[in-house]
């Protein structure tokens, strides 16, 4: 069963560190194919022992953008 959930990634010094919203899984790699595979393998291995039945997942995309703050 394929499910499709949000990747959050965002640059910290050297690495590209990619986040998975709805699960709280987060992840890193020095590049962001290696952060998004890194964080492909994370949700893998936390699903495999889950029920999906039993994590309350959005059925709704995110909508994930930036605002401007002034200071």
Known sequence: ???KFTAVIT?????FVSEC???G????GINLDESIENLKEAV???LKD?????INLSTTNPLITTIEVTA
């Open 1 to 3: 069963m394929t499910s």
């Open 11 to 15: 640059r910290e010094g050297k690495f």
């Open 21 to 23: 919203p709805e699960l």
């Open 25 to 28: 899984i987060t992840s890193q």
């Open 44 to 46: 893998h291995l936390y």
């Open 50 to 54: 889950e029920d999906l039945s039993d």
